[in-house]
């Protein structure tokens, strides 16, 4: 499975968020662009779309910057997903041909079993500072 840089660089900013999610605290997005190395400008696109999909809340003005909207424990990777790379978890399988509807039928399978896998993993998670780089799926 290949991953986009959106999503790498959206794992790495909520993981960021919810090392430093403490009560109403917020980074800048300056912190946020150089401790990930993330483009400025291409970050703030990013937490703009995280922000609509209910990830991220922000607050303006000089003390302002941006904050998991949630707990990090209650974001799951699906739901990053769901947000950024939406394509990403679809399903599009025709039924054309004689083994069309075997193959779709596979196809919901592996879908269903990715998306169950995806549940299984949190922003928390991800933001573990020992990261062993070791998931059970």
Known sequence: MKASLKLEY??????????RNKGNT????????KLEAIPQNYLVQLLNELREGGLVDSRRGK????RLARNAEDISIKQVLEVVEPDLISTKITLKGNSGPQVASLWRE??????????????????QSEASGDWEI
């Open 10 to 19: 959206s794992l790495r900013v909520l993981a960021q968020l919810a090392r």
């Open 26 to 33: 917020v980074t800048r997005i300056e912190e946020l662009a």
């Open 63 to 66: 003390a302002g910057g941006y």
């Open 110 to 127: 592996l879908s269903k079993r990715f998306e169950k896998s995806m549940n299984g993993f949190t922003v928390a998670q991800l933001a």
